[in-house]
């Protein structure tokens, strides 16, 4: 069975957006929405990196990392938990700063209770200072401010149940220029952020939420973002896919037509679900130094996106809930679903798609490379539901991908986004199928690293149909592993969904795939 995620925009609320350097981040944070297309395109730095063989940020519970000052600040207005933060809010002017005592803080009754912050203002917790929904305020932090700044507050209990599906609590409305920092968000409904143009979110406990930690999407596309030094842990507690099957809407984060983002030295862990997820129309992503463990599914899925540099994080033990369950399509530790680099999406990386200096080990599978024959703009297979490429947006859209164009230029080369131009190399591989239980199994698709695609068959008019997409991402579309080490019994899915094949395989005649790479097989399976 071929596997898909089907994706939904949001509904009313703003999601994540994509990264930027700090400098830029801070020198013009009151981009708005409308502008996000024009905002700079990232920079994220040149130098080494090394994956972690420890959690780099571990932030919850950690009173040294998210204690916030025990006084208030020179001219801070001070919020006792017995005051209303909702109403000395809408009291006082834009770019107040608003100090919260310790204790227990509400808001009045009422569903659509909310914090409305003006520009630049600043609400910052003294230890101990918890802004708690009760579950009777659906949102805490709303509005279409910029420059806001949330510092040392824990915010929970904002929702109910199964509530704010595809909605978030803080920064609802994926305000600009936003920095949440040193914070808990925590046992929330739907998603903790919402995150918008040129934010930071850095520093936080983004933990049990009921969709997601983080969330990215508006209308208007969103960019430059930094998510960094994160501890993102046991989201998705309401186990969204069960409520809405092949949502394509649960894990630790999500990033919905970002462009441009710096995801760096997170903790991103034990989520129901993905670890992160960059879907539909992403460019521009630096992925570095994140330790990614003990997802129920994948560590990182890149889907129907461009342009992209995953080096040196830590993959452990991803994969494995949803693994035992999927087989014939082996879940990875990192999963480049019809992705890879084009010189004609704007910002870094456009001339190779790379993912080297990672380490991986004892997931369930570890670098898969899939291009859905079936999926593309104007199929009924499209789960990317109204968009389109990229590539040459103003002719090739979702409409004229129809059944009297596709098969003529641009149409044809334009109307798929393509797993392209992809190097893998310099990663470590290890794998010890002891660690992960008697059902891994090279037959259950535990082991695996892979180029392939499916035999094409929809729709009827589809010149992508039989072995053409499974030659193009094999053969012909710049994909190639090489220089990297491997541990333990490998195996690898090449050309077509099932067929699996031995390392010597692998690296002969016609895949030519790790050529200069070296394996060590323990064990067998």
Known sequence: MIKQHRNRLAGGAALVVGALVVAALVTDRATSHRDADNAPAPTPTVKPVKAPTAPPAKICDNAKALDGPATAPDG?????????LQVLTAQSPAGTTFWLAPGRHRLSNGAFVQVIPKDGNHYIGAPGAVLDGANRNRYAFTGYASDVVISHLTIQNFGTKRGNNDEGVVNHNSASGWMIENSTIQRNAGAGVMIGTKNVVR???LRDNGQYGFNAYNPQRVASVLVEGNEITANNTDNWEALRPGCGCTGGGKF????GAIVRGNWIHDNHGPGMWADTNNSAFAIEENYISSNFAEGIIFETSYNASIRGNTFVRNGLGKGVD????????????????????????????EVSQNVFSDNWAGVILWENADRFAGSAANTSTGSGTLVNPSVVTTTSCNATNIRNPP????????????RVHDNLFSLDPDNLGDRCASRSGCG???????????????PYKARVVEDAITFHQGNRFFSNTYKGPWKFMVHEQGNSVNWAAWQGAPYGQDQDSVIKVTEDR
């Not at 530790?333 to 870094?348: C, F, H, Q, T």
């Open 76 to 84: 801070a207005v001070v919020v006792t938990p017995k005051q209303d």
């Open 203 to 205: 520093g936080n406990c």
């Open 256 to 259: 919905w037509s970002v462009a």
């Open 326 to 353: 999927n087989q014939g399509f082996p879940v990875p530790a990192l999963y480049i679903s019809e992705s890879g680099a084009d010189k004609r999406v704007p910002g870094m990386f456009n001339q190779t798609f």
């Open 411 to 422: 149409y044809l080369g334009d109307c798929r986004w393509k797993t392209q131009n992809i």
């Open 448 to 462: 695996y690293n892979g180029i392939f695609s499916n035999w094409g068959t929809f729709p009827d008019w589809s």
